[in-house]
């Protein structure tokens, strides 16, 4: 992975956080995803990187869920 595509990611990840009231107070929530945020964080990671792609969004996400889940077979 090269460095522009981590911050990508990073970015992707962060953007799909709702925010948290109390930060002070539940930091450890900067950790942890909820459901509906990592469908969120999913479907920005499929649009960036299929970007270009003249596909709809469904493809782009399946696309990749198989990137993902193909280690697992």
């Known amino acids: 992975m090269q460095l522009s595509e981590e911050r990508?990611?990073?970015?992707?990840y962060a953007f799909s956080k709702e925010l948290i009231v109390d930060e002070m107070?539940?930091?450890?929530?900067?950790e942890k995803m909820k459901y509906i945020?990592?469908?969120?964080?999913l479907v920005r990671c499929a649009?960036?990187?299929?970007?270009?792609?003249?596909t709809t969004m469904q493809q782009k996400v399946e696309k990749v869920m198989d990137?993902?889940?193909k280690p697992l077979g």
């Open 47 to 54: 649009f960036l990187r299929f970007f270009e792609d003249c």
């Open 8 to 12: 990508e990611v990073i970015e992707c």
């Open 37 to 41: 945020e990592f469908l969120e964080f």
């Open 67 to 69: 990137i993902l889940l």
């Open 25 to 30: 107070g539940n930091a450890d929530l900067y």
